[in-house]
């Protein structure tokens, strides 16, 4: 236990040395530590100082060493210490005032009536009390400055810092002067005037929909918000704002409507049109081709070889039949052809309509002088 207390020590000092040297020096012409005195009565130096008194506490939760836990404290109360005009009372002073340890001090610093009893009791003005974790290499603190008097909260830090106890320490000092500027009030956000039933987004998440009442949003954080208005058939309204601490802004959205989509109608050349003439001109292209071989007679035996008899019945019944069915291919492709032309036509008269609005572009093709014109 020593040697892990001096390991979580070391850094500690050295971070907590600037901070202490100069609550020293200030306690002798500013802030300084309480001496012990009887539980519930102020020293008597109280009586002859006008010097606020405050309590500073830091109190360790889950398994947060004890050894870290006093070295953030001395450091948090020389910080406060630093800034001059004070007396501080420590946390030994004040759970001896209580009566309770750790656990019951826990339960008194979140509560304004507890604070306020034993504020009075110890005759401070405020109290600094704050909470410290420890998460693998992640610290969190939380520190809050409460007039006990009045029972206002009238400043608050929290800070989630992963490295060793020397990071700690830099963001501890680093927050304390957070503790004493002015608190931060919660504004209020209203909208009006925009459609019915337009929705309204405050940084990306939904808070609500316009009727005929304005839209009202309260408890917003100041500082930079973006707003976004929507209805259907409007243009989207949105804005940037700076939101003021406890300021309330009215905002009357003005949603443009957009104008109705212009329809037009384009034709283009049935696609069957293409087809039939394809096939029409291929088959025509075939068909004639066998009609005009059809027609060869046997003179390409030559008359020489009929005369000598080389040409057998076999052969020459084998040759009109070849040109039989070239003939009977040549028929059916002429009708094929036919067939196809006549679709092409009938295709001419029922061209594609396609329905477009603005901004959109078809692809068609149109009968021109000399050709085809088309649009893709």
């Known amino acids: 236990m020593l040697a892990r207390s001096s390991s979580l020590w070391l850094p500690l000092l050295l971070a907590l040395a600037p901070a202490l ?43 947060v060493d004890e050894t870290a836990a006093e070295g953030l404290g001395e450091l948090l109360i020389g910080a406060v210490a630093s800034r001059g005009g004070v007396r501080i009372v420590g946390r030994e002073e004040f759970q001896a005032q209580l009566g309770q340890g750790d656990a019951g001090t826990l339960e008194c610093v979140s ?56 990071a700690v320490a830099d963001a501890l000092g680093a927050a304390v002067p957070e503790l004493y500027e002015p608190p931060r009030s919660p504004g209020v956000l209203v909208f009006a005037g925009a459609p019915a ?24 954080e100041p500082g930079r918000h973006e707003i976004r208005v929507e209805a259907p058939g409007h243009a989207p309204w949105s804005r940037v704002i700076q939101l003021s601490s406890g300021a309330e802004v009215h905002l009357e959205p003005t949603l443009a409507a957009l104008s109705a989509p212009v329809e037009r109608v384009e034709e283009s050349i049935h696609p069957l049109f293409f087809v039939g003439a394809g096939v029409s001109a291929a088959a025509l292209g075939v068909a004639i081709a066998l ?38 291919g040549a028929n059916v492709l002429f009708v094929v052809a036919g067939l196809a032309a006549i679709t092409g036509v009938v295709a001419l008269l029922f061209p594609v309509r396609v329905v477009l609005t603005d901004g959109e572009a078809g692809a068609s093709l149109q009968l021109a002088p000399g050709g085809l014109e088309g649009r893709f």
């Open 291 to 328: 009609g005009v071989s059809s027609q060869d007679g046997f003179d390409p035996l030559g008359a020489d070889a009929r005369q000598e008899g080389e040409v057998t019945r076999a052969e020459a019944v084998a040759f009109y039949e070849a040109r039989g069915r070239e003939a009977t």
């Open 21 to 63: 040297a100069a609550a020293q020096e200030d306690g002798e012409g500013g802030g300084a530590l309480e001496e012990d005195a009887p539980p519930g009565i102020p020293p008597a130096a109280e009586l002859e100082s006008p010097q606020l008194r405050v309590a500073v506490l830091l109190l360790p939760t889950g398994e």
């Open 197 to 220: 039933g337009a929705e309204v987004t405050l940084d990306g998440v939904l808070v609500g929909r316009l009727s005929s009442e304005p839209l009202r949003r309260e408890d917003v």
């Open 111 to 166: 509560s304004m009536t507890c604070l306020g009893r034993v504020g009075v009791q110890l005759g401070v003005r405020e109290v600094i009390a704050g909470t410290l974790a420890h998460r693998g290499d992640e610290w969190i603190f939380n520190i809050n400055r409460v007039d006990v008097r009045e029972g206002a909260l009238m400043g608050r830090v929290f800070r989630e810092v992963r490295g060793d106890l020397g």
